[in-house]
């Protein structure tokens, strides 16, 4: 009877670890949604329950980030706000782009982005930079470009 019981139980823990699968390389396109907000912004947002905002989701959720403003002719971009983490950046790493002042946010696992195909005046990442660096970082297929 503890024998069932024990392999019963087992099997439920692995079942359950399944259906929690966590973002990786290999899946976060699937589990990174991108809603278009604007002519040049973006909200590209993590779908999974429970996020915290480790490292490899912030990172992977960059990436996408970088690969959305390529994808719409754009070679530049900032995050404007991230949901997971509220917190503006200093006053003095703000962008300017045709008068216009934006103030950043630390990416997250759900960032609004704007995108610029002229570097904005101040801080904007390179899509182009991140995207490789980030795709190195994970040892994702530099030639793959996901849809």
Avoid: W
């Avoid at 259906?19 to 949604?33: F, G, H, S, W």
């Avoid at 040049?40 to 905002?53: E, I, P, Q, S």
């Avoid at 959720?61 to 995050?79: K, M």
């Amino acid at each position: 009877m503890k024998t069932t019981q024990i392999a019963f139980l087992l099997s439920l823990l692995l079942l359950l670890n399944a259906c929690a699968t966590t973002l990786q390389p290999d899946n976060y396109v699937e589990r990174i949604a991108t809603t278009r907000l604007g002519d040049n912004r973006f909200l590209v947002d993590y779908r999974g329950g429970g996020v915290n905002a480790d490292t490899q989701t912030v990172d992977l959720t960059l990436l996408r980030s970088a690969e959305i403003a390529l994808q719409h002719g754009f070679h530049y971009f900032i995050v404007i706000d991230s949901s997971d983490n509220p917190q503006q950046v200093g006053a003095e790493d703000a962008a300017t782009y045709h008068g216009q002042r934006y103030r950043l946010a630390s990416p997250g696992a759900s960032n609004t982005i704007v995108c610029f195909k002229q570097k904005p005046r101040g801080f904007a990442y390179v899509a182009l930079i991140v995207k490789a660096s980030l795709r190195n970082k994970y040892d994702l297929d530099q030639a793959a470009e996901p849809i």
